[in-house]
């Protein structure tokens, strides 16, 4: 192992050197954080700033170093050292540009920065350089799951990009619902008339294809493994199993329409009436001419009644159906409308609505069909009955009238159920029944694993988690292909409602993902959100009490155990959150560059002044992904807050560790703030469950507070947005003001 060798490196630039005592500074950093090289310069992120700290490297043997300038989010390409252990102490955004201007506030803001140069040189002492994998796996092959519009337009993105795809189609043909539809809602401009749906040709594309291999008639019997060497064996109709080796897996197996037999308060189930999947029937049939019933009679008049179940609506009025939009029911009754005014003007075509929704271009094409003699009616049905005339009876929502109306046929927008497989929370209870010995649960389990989707052999159950209404989960807001399976993406309708061509956009970019997921793991570093990371949690087991939180707590099922109940980390699965490390109540688990060391001797390291200064110290844990970009966006908006904080970023508030709050306590902090992202059903975590988990953890730290005779107020944590700069700064400065009228923290002296 090579000699450690320490720097610090301080820039001056950006007003730095105009407001700061950089001498002062660089005493610190040889004094206290007892670094052999520490050097400052006028402008740091340029290229003779950077070659000062190259020319360390190669001549002086630096291999760990501090860099004293702007935020970690600033200047990262510039401050990129490949094999050197870095940290960062943000002097501009943290302290310059937050501290408000004048004399009156030199004294504070020296001490803010010094506490800075204490905290990098404190941190980077406990990191070590991350190599990556020496096991990286290395396959780059992608599998998609459906062989649907959404499922050939992944397969044939990744293809064309120079990646062997594996297609699994558990029907005898490629082309999946579009297989079911006459023509489809047009997606060129002028948008004024229904399309072919190009299914043949994109089969025909996806088939002759020299890079993608079809599986007809299969479905997946297990899929083990992780990122980069999933394991696939994909039984057959025959009953032959083959197996594929794959990097990253594209799920996109679909919907199915909402039974109309749940539906019989609006004719569900009744002559004459059908759903519009039933309808694209009666149109493929009639082969482009005039449309008729299934009895073979002409249909003269014909109504659509939209969100039929949907939108938690229904004749009963008591939202028992669909609570969702299911985006695409608007555009398609338009484009059937237009089926029967194009074969024939004189049919009566009605379509109720209580809103059209029509995304994109959509407008266009309900203008087109205005011109037509389609008529749109804003109304609420309230009732369908079927029959040789059918009557459908609604309130006009424009008269604020009931009224009634006959048609040969009537059409319910029903909506899309997702394909996702099996809904793990009902899996889990399932199984821990079974396992208790309850013969009906073992039952029941065997009916989930047939509807299983991807069968998984994670611990957490064989398909991906799902939102409340069944779709595949994904963080919508950041990162909406990625689900809580690494390496596993939702495309198309299995992810969220939506038309065919959104539903292609959709499965191109998740077919981009999964490249990008085998090519990050093929040489060790993670997949996202800390895309390229070459760090990985590793345990010290002759610690471990084999208490399971970890395995327990983590969001991806990033971790297994062995037959002696250790963790077993799988390290393509792990996305580097380090929620893992805030679960461990002993802390034996740490990255190589992010630990409870490295946090807890940045706390450690701040100088708190005693009682009698009247300088509370306060400790901000702020989640790199939202809370941390907030207050930089509060620096770059001249935003000014108590300069009394001390900010540590983390990678998740889940990753923060309780010990961390009583190192702060014990030392004579006066109080913590606890930043993270929103969580809950629509949470923003990038981590999913992080922010949530550390929710949970804080909420039973009261008893802590209590031995120790303090306050419950003294720990406070918050959400907050990316776009909370203002508010952060408020935030702060509010606390602040709390814990002067509250006092110093009765442990100062003690630490």
Request: aromatic share 8%.
């Amino acid at each position: 192992m090579a000699d450690i060798k320490y720097a610090a490196y301080i820039c001056s630039g950006c007003g730095i050197g105009d407001t700061l005592n950089v001498g002062a500074l660089e005493k610190v950093a040889t004094k206290e954080g007892k670094m052999a090289v520490v050097k400052s310069h006028p402008f740091l992120c340029s290229t003779e700033g950077v070659d000062l700290i190259k020319n360390d490297i190669a001549n002086e043997g630096v291999t760990h170093f501090c860099i004293a300038a702007c935020s970690r989010r600033a200047k990262a390409e510039a401050f990129a050292f490949p094999g050197n252990a870095v940290s960062r102490a943000n002097l501009r955004e943290g302290v310059l540009w937050v501290v408000a201007e004048g004399p009156a506030h030199d004294e504070v803001r020296q001490e803010m920065a010094e506490d800075y140069i204490r905290m990098g040189c404190a941190e980077v002492k406990k990191m070590t350089c991350p190599a990556g994998s020496a096991n990286a796996a290395s396959s780059r092959r992608i599998m998609v799951v459906g062989g649907g519009m959404s499922g050939m337009t992944a397969a044939l993105a990744a293809a064309d990009a120079g990646y062997e795809v594996v297609l699994i189609e558990k029907t005898a043909q490629l082309g999946g619902f579009a297989n079911n539809l006459w023509k489809r809602v047009p997606f060129n401009a002028p948008h004024a008339e229904a399309q072919p749906t190009g299914v043949a040709e994109m089969t025909a594309k996806v088939s002759g294809h020299a890079k993608i291999k079809i599986h007809l008639n299969s479905t997946l019997a297990e899929t083990a493994g992780a990122p980069g060497r999933f394991i696939a064996k994909i039984a057959q109709e025959s009953g032959a199993v083959t197996e594929e080796t794959v990097g990253a897996i594209v799920q996109a197996t679909g919907f199915t329409t909402y039974d109309l037999a749940k539906l019989p308060e609006l004719g569900g189930g009744q002559a004459n009436v059908v759903d519009q999947a039933g309808l694209e029937a009666l149109a493929k049939a009639a082969d482009g001419g005039a449309i008729k019933r299934a009895d073979g009679s002409a249909v003269k008049s014909v109504v659509f009644v939209q969100c039929a179940g949907q939108r938690g609506s229904g004749g009963n009025g008591d939202g028992s159906h669909l609570d969702y939009c299911s985006g695409h029911c608007c555009a398609t009754s338009i484009k059937q409308a237009t089926y029967f005014k194009d074969a024939n003007p004189d049919v009566d075509t009605v379509v109720m609505y209580q809103d059209l929704r029509v995304p994109g271009m959509g407008e266009d094409f309900y203008r087109s069909a205005q011109k037509k003699g389609v008529i749109f009616t804003k109304a609420k049905v309230n009732k369908v009955a079927g029959g040789n005339s059918c009557r459908v009876d609604f309130k006009d929502l424009i008269l604020d009238e009931d009224a009634s109306i006959d048609a040969d046929l009537v059409v319910l927008a029903t909506g899309q159920v997702p394909t996702s497989g099996v809904n793990l929370d009902e899996w889990t209870t399932t199984v821990t029944a079974a396992e208790s010995g309850d013969e009906a649960a073992k039952q029941k389990k065997s009916e989930l694993q047939k509807i299983s989707v991807l069968n998984l052999n994670y611990r957490q159950g064989p398909d991906m988690p799902q939102f409340k209404y069944g779709f595949a989960d994904s963080h919508f807001i950041c990162f909406p292909y990625e689900t809580r399976r690494t390496g596993v993406y939702a495309a198309g309708p299995t992810r969220r409602p939506m038309d065919m061509f959104q539903a292609q956009e959709d499965a191109t970019g998740a077919a981009l993902k999964a490249i990008q997921a085998v090519e990050n793991v093929a040489r060790g570093a993670a997949a996202h959100p800390r895309a390229g990371d070459l760090s990985f949690p590793k345990a010290r087991l002759e610690g471990c009490t084999q208490c399971k939180r970890c395995t327990v707590e983590c969001p991806f099922g990033a971790i297994d155990e062995d037959e002696k109940r250790f963790p077993v980390f799988n390290q393509e699965r792990c996305r580097r959150c380090g929620t893992c490390m805030g679960a461990c109540p002993v802390r034996v688990i740490s990255f190589e560059n992010y630990s409870c060391d490295t946090v807890g001797m940045q706390i450690k390291a701040v100088n708190v002044p005693d009682e009698f200064e009247e300088k509370p110290r306060i400790l901000i844990l702020a989640c790199e992904n939202d809370a941390y970009p907030a207050l930089d966006m509060a620096g770059i908006q001249r935003l000014t807050y108590s300069a009394f904080v001390r900010t540590i970023p983390v990678r998740c508030l889940g990753s923060a560790n309780t010990i961390w709050i009583t190192d702060a306590l014990n030392q004579g902090y006066d109080g913590v703030m606890m930043m993270g992202c929103k969580r809950g059903d629509d949470y923003q975590c990038h981590f999913v469950k992080g922010s949530e988990m550390a929710y949970y953890r804080m909420s039973k730290i009261d008893d802590t507070l209590k031995q120790l005779s303090l306050e419950g107020e003294r720990v406070q944590t918050y959400e907050v947005a990316i776009t909370d700069s203002a508010r952060v700064a408020k935030m702060i400065d509010d606390y602040a003001a709390q814990l002067i009228e509250m006092g110093p923290s009765p442990m100062k002296g003690f630490g």
